[in-house]
T-cell receptor, first 121, second 115 residues
Framework: GAVVSQHPSRVICKSGTSVKIECRSLDFQATTMFWYRQFPKQSLMLMATSNEGSKATYEQGVEKDKFLINHASLTLSTLTVTSAHPEDSSFYIC?????????????????FGPGTRLTVL | AQKVTQAQTEISVVEKEDVTLDCVYETRDTTYYLFWYKQPPSGELVFLIRRNSFDEQNEISGRYSWNFQKSTSSFNFTITASQVVDSAVYFCALSELFNAGKSTFGDGTTLTVKP
């Protein structure tokens, strides 16, 4: 099946530094990718929708200058947490949408990456 | 706005017991997808099932079964003869039809299966 990778899987950084997380669709092209955040023992919250070649769409309450998203190619989206602080420590999960439309059928499937655990000291 | 409610925060059962995880959803859309995911301690989400709102047929996959009832906006998940390996957090989620990636998740149910 389709695979989505994330890199790094785990990162520890000092407060004030910026951290970049990559999300790649390995065997399909994804015009749309999504970034979620999950705090310990909580649910996944959608942060933003990343569209290839255009600006990301952020959910209400998510600071776009804090969480920079770039979707430069059909297989790669990056999330940069700028000037990270301890409250940004979380599990960040991306997903990639595989959508195909044919004359009679269409498919629309979401594949999740394995997640990146960010710890800001 | 969409909302998913998983009223059971934690469930503990003994191995071989059957267990049902409840999911109730709210949406103004007439067409939508419903999902169940499993999240083991490693954190990686494991896809279990997707249902579209057109299809109210119940589904069985091995020890897993799902009961979708549009009339009550529920999409419950039953594990038959539970095993220790079933211990995980289970999430129910909802998305617009043909926008599967933009999902609203429930708060999750932590299932512990004791030997």
């Amino acid at each position: 099946g389709a695979v989505v990778s994330q890199h790094p899987s785990r990162v520890i950084c000092k407060s004030g530094t910026s951290v970049k997380i990559e999300c790649r669709s390995l065997d399909f092209q994804a015009t749309t990718m999504f970034w979620y955040r999950q705090f310990p023992k909580q649910s996944l919250m959608l942060m933003a929708t990343s569209n290839e070649g255009s600006k990301a769409t952020y959910e209400q309450g998510v600071e776009k200058d804090k969480f920079l998203i770039n979707h430069a190619s059909l297989t790669l989206s990056t999330l940069t947490v700028t000037s990270a602080h301890p409250e940004d420590s979380s599990f960040y999960i991306c997903s990639a949408r595989a959508f195909a439309s044919g004359p009679q059928t269409s498919t629309d499937t979401q594949y999740f990456g394995p997640g990146t655990r960010l710890t800001v000291l | 706005a969409q909302k998913v409610t998983q009223a059971q925060t934690e469930i503990s059962v003994v191995e071989k017991e059957d267990v049902t995880l409840d999911c109730v959803y709210e949406t103004r859309d007439t067409t939508y997808y419903l999902f169940w995911y499993k999240q083991p301690p490693s954190g990686e989400l494991v896809f279990l099932i997707r249902r579209n709102s057109f299809d109210e047929q119940n589904e069985i996959s091995g020890r897993y079964s799902w009961n979708f009832q549009k009339s009550t906006s529920s999409f419950n998940f039953t594990i038959t003869a539970s095993q220790v390996v079933d211990s995980a957090v289970y999430f129910c989620a909802l998305s617009e039809l043909f926008n599967a990636g933009k999902s609203t998740f429930g708060d999750g149910t932590t299932l512990t299966v004791k030997p």
